[in-house]
């Protein structure tokens, strides 16, 4: 008889009928609801022979078997988030030995997850990314600052051009980059004036995000669902007005609320 | 220049970026709790995983990586080998010319 733990998926209130026919993680145990007065949590069985603690230490370094559980996780919790008007969506990997230990747990947070789950409803999370092409933007943006720069070089000998000329290419980019920052600084503000909330993350590099380009923003906005329209819509005139020089605006969503949560 | 808009590498970078690192932060009896070395890795790893997405947009750094590329590890090995055998001449030429200067 093989022990099974419990995987917690996301928590939600109660007040609806749990009718979500899905296989979980494992895919072959069914997602049930564990219901504590009007907090739920959305689980599913899982084998503790896969499920411990040392056997997902040596899982996790397994490419094939993470990127599969992942997507697997990610969407059952977008499928609970699409069923309900408030989501806490939990982090990958979450398992309790039984329903006692999940009601336990319920209810010694209970006043933060009910606090949560008011101040979320009704709203979805998008991330803004922000990527640029440095060479394009400088020979696009940048005609007027080089222009005086290399006006500079033009009464000099060849050897000190040389010299000059790299010094000025080092001067242009770091202009180049805190301009780029500033036109980032400036769209946050203002998708921040559009939505609930919004933060910033760590830059990823290039090597984490595959992407050819520095990321110059990472940030993600809490948006209330009538809000979405003009949300996009100012991120897509954004875009627009950088699309030719190298500033690349990415958008994803909507997603649950995953970096809008807190537990005291 | 045409940049891929969602590539499978930055989907699953989104994924990732949320389940393993947001998300409320809560002690389950059992809980996947990674550095953020770790982190970085893993996606590093499933971005290389998808390795023909990347090939297209000019990305191939983990070629010279031993840790990423089974290539890469061999001319690695093959390098340490070369280096040992080295060592172990140079060791023999002092040793010779000690040999001869002591003759």
């Known amino acids: 008889m093989v022990q099974m733990g419990i995987y917690l998926y996301s928590v939600v209130f109660s007040n609806k009928e749990f009718n979500i026919d899905k296989h979980g993680i494992d895919n072959e145990n069914l997602l049930y609801a564990i219901d504590s007065e009007d907090l ?21 370094n397994d490419i094939e078997w993470l990127k599969e559980k992942a997507i697997l996780h990610s969407d059952l919790v977008n499928l609970i988030f699409h069923s309900v008007d408030s989501i806490i969506p939990i982090k990958f990997g979450t398992i309790f030995h039984n329903k006692e230990n999940i009601i336990n747990f319920l209810e010694e947070n209970r006043h933060s997850l009910v606090e949560n789950l008011i101040r979320l409803n009704g709203t979805v999370e998008w991330s803004i990314k922000v990527y640029c092409d440095l060479e394009r933007f400088i020979n696009t943006s940048m005609l007027e600052e080089k222009k005086e720069l290399l006006s500079r070089i033009s009464n000099t000998s060849k050897g000190a051009a040389y010299f000059i000329q790299k010094k000025i290419s080092g001067q242009m980019e770091t202009m180049a980059k805190s301009k780029v920052l500033s036109v980032t600084d400036q769209l946050f503000n203002l998708l921040m004036s559009e939505s609930t909330g919004g933060k910033l993350n760590k830059l990823l590099s290039r090597e984490a995000t595959g992407q050819k380009f520095d990321m110059y923003m ?45 537990l005291d | 220049m045409p940049i891929a808009k969602s590539t499978d590498a930055s989907s699953l970078g989104e994924i990732l970026e949320r389940i393993l690192d947001k998300g409320i932060v809560i002690a389950g009896d059992i809980s996947i709790s990674l550095a953020d070395v770790e982190l970085l890795t893993i996606k590093i790893r499933l971005v290389v995983c998808s390795v023909d997405k990347a090939m297209e947009i000019g990305i191939n750094w983990w070629e010279s990586d031993p840790l990423l590329s089974s290539k890469a590890k061999k001319e690695n090995d093959e390098i340490k080998k070369l280096q040992e055998e080295n060592q172990r001449l140079k060791e023999l030429v002092d040793q010779k010319l000690t040999d001869n200067l002591l003759l």
Not at chain 1, 40 to 60: C, Q, T
Not at chain 1, 219 to 245: H, M, P, Q
């Open chain 1, 40 to 60: 739920r949590a959305v689980v599913s069985p899982v084998s503790m022979e896969e499920y411990n603690e040392e056997s997902l230490a040596i899982k996790i």
């Open chain 1, 218 to 262: 990472n940030a993600v906005f809490l948006i209330k669902k009538a809000d979405i329209g003009l949300f996009l819509s100012t991120v897509d005139k954004y875009r627009k007005e950088n699309i030719d020089n190298g500033i690349l605006i990415e958008q994803s969503g909507p997603w649950a609320p995953y970096n809008f949560c807190f």
